[in-house]
């Protein structure tokens, strides 16, 4: 038997099924969801709007809790938020009254872990994330990009396993973004974290991701799995756009993604 399914997933939902219950309706926003990442795999979600992106980030992350089935990481059911799972979204949440040093330490100290040592690893990731000139300066002095760098070193200066990222390039401009999709693919590649990408941009998706996953709305449920070639997945996202068999696999998302867009009118 392969060795790798014998093991634990990193990240597994099995039948999973939410419903947003209000006291008008109960919506049931995804639908028998069955979902494997391993350890160190870098996975995209694509869909329409409305197709349970978010709701399955928030899922595996422990924010809502699912209404059926099981969602487990290394074999253990997820019960509530837990450091061992990092969360980035499209806005990045700094406080404009405290430096980007006192931004990324108010992480460590949220979660109880601040003292010298994960200071400097911190510190490390600020330099890594060429935000070393920065760090005594305040967010309304950065650009979109820069802020969003800060918002990463925040989030890995916590040291998750997983990192959830929604949309986290959506409100830059397209060079800022293509830069730092190098920047954090290679970041999380070196750290060797485990990552769900949520993104409207499907170019994104084949660029940055192992496997992509095209949803359906209404329910939400997987409609289709890509998986991206070891030549593409290798190349940082900038040059995997370059790569011969980049346009091909873009064409084949592009029209699983009208299947599910025309299904969903
Ligand atoms: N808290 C909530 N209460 C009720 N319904 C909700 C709630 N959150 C999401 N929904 C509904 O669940 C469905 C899935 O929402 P979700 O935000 O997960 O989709 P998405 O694919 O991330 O969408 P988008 O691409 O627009 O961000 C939508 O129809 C949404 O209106």
Redesign the pocket.
Known sequence: MNQLLSLPAKIELRHVTHL???TSRA?M??RDINLRVEEGEFIC?V????????????LIAGL?KPTAGKILIEGRPVEGTSRQVGYMLQQDFLFNWRTIEENIFLGLDIQGIRNRETEAYALHLLEEMELADVRKAYPSQLSGGMRQRVALVRTLACQPDILLL??PFSALDYQTKLKLEDLIFSALRRHKKTAVL?T?DLSESIAMGDRVYI?A??P?RISSEVVVPAAIREALPFDARNHPGFHELFHQVWKEMEVVSDAAK
């Open positions: 947003y219950v209000t919506f926003a995804v979600l869909g329409p709007s409305g197709c349970g992106k978010t709701t399955l980030l928030s809502e929604d949309e949520v409207h949803l709305r209404n939400g």
